[in-house]
């Protein structure tokens, strides 16, 4: 098993690419090892010595640590992450993906005016931004629309990456105010 490393716009924050599927949908995020046990893979990694969150894609896991060097962190997530594929154990163990996604999001918010406006919004995440920031370990989703300003959750390595904020304003809040007028701002939430 050969598995590929990349860095992302976060210094904290390393994808590794294992060459297979690593959720068939969805995405799952840990933020601590306590959060970790519906996932035996995120387990694993919290093991190593200063992993502070696993970020799990379609193809990917993002690893964020805390502090350490990651020359030295390096050697021991690609080991965790080989040693888990090559048992056969699963990557999840409780609650889907798709459901622990939702989860953490909480309920998304608009006027049910807004509804065309917000449909159009979702469909613009989901087919041009989704995909780059998931090219950089990440995911963006939809969380709210109101008064002009719509509300994101980022996660992966997009939560705390020092260039999200560029990202947004320059480059999410531009493409969704070029196609949408009654987009005025773009905002994350936590």
């Known amino acids: 098993m050969f598995i590929q490393t990349e860095a992302t716009p976060n210094p904290a924050t390393l994808k590794f690419l294992p060459g297979r599927p690593v959720l068939p949908e969805g995405t799952a ?3 601590d090892p306590a959060e970790a046990g519906r996932s035996p893979l ?6 190593v010595n200063g992993v502070s969150g696993v970020f799990l894609g379609h193809d ?4 964020t640590k805390a502090n350490g060097e990651w020359q030295h962190l390096k050697p021991a997530l690609l ?9 056969g154990v699963p990557v999840m163990v409780q609650a889907g993906p798709a459901q ?5 999001a909480g309920a998304e918010f608009f006027e049910e005016a ?7 919004i979702k469909e613009l995440i989901e087919t041009r931004v989704r995909p780059a ?4 370990g990440g995911d963006i989703t939809f969380q709210g629309f109101r008064d002009g300003i719509v509300y994101l959750n980022m996660r992966g390595s997009c939560s705390g990456c020092p260039s999200s904020t560029a990202t947004l304003k320059n480059g999410i809040q531009n493409l969704l105010r070029h196609f949408i007028p009654e987009v ?6 936590n």
Request: proline share 0%.
């Open 29 to 31: 995020e840990f933020r």
């Open 42 to 47: 995120a387990e694993r990694l919290f093991s």
């Open 60 to 63: 990917f896991i993002s690893v």
């Open 79 to 87: 080991g965790a992450i080989m040693e888990h594929f090559m048992a």
């Open 100 to 104: 622990a996604a939702a989860g953490e």
């Open 114 to 120: 807004d509804g065309e406006i917000v449909e159009t």
């Open 133 to 136: 920031v998931a090219q950089d």
């Open 184 to 189: 005025r701002e773009v905002q994350a939430v």
